[in-house]
């Protein structure tokens, strides 16, 4: 026979060989079906969560989109209430330009009651409120004499 090592076998050799490679290929079989099936759970575990997260997110939309709604009719009625605000500080101002003209013209008439001895407030106060007296030769209370014509200077 040969002298090269392996070629000569005995009969119990090559079977141990072949079980060997037989159980190697067995436990890789193995470890591969439990690698795919931890590799699918993973998968499965991810798709749940996102699953989960999409539906979270969907409620936080709807959420947010009644709060929008909700802001945005706050917004509506506050700016109604601004416009109004501004109407009403616009008619404010004119009262108190208003008052601040009767101020002057109160202290106007102080300052005439004061240079006219013997006359009071009440009587500068009546003086004012009283239609001015209309004499005979007025045209309808103006102060210009009526200028009466006549014929003979119309005539040249």
Known sequence: MSNVPGMMSSGSEPDAQ?????????????S?????????????KLLEDLVTEVASLKVQIHNN???????MQKIVVLESENNALKVQQMELAQYLKNLQLMQTQMELLEFNLMNQPGRTLCDIIVDVNEPP??????????NQPAIMASTKMLNY
Do not use: F, P
């Open 18 to 30: 072949g079980i060997n490679v037989d159980e190697k290929k067995r436990k890789r079989m193995i």
């Open 32 to 44: 591969n079906r439990e690698s795919a099936r931890r590799s699918r759970m993973k998968k499965q």
């Open 65 to 71: 989109t009644n709060k929008y709604e909700a802001l």
């Open 133 to 142: 007296k209309v004499q005979s030769w007025q045209c309808h209370g103006s």
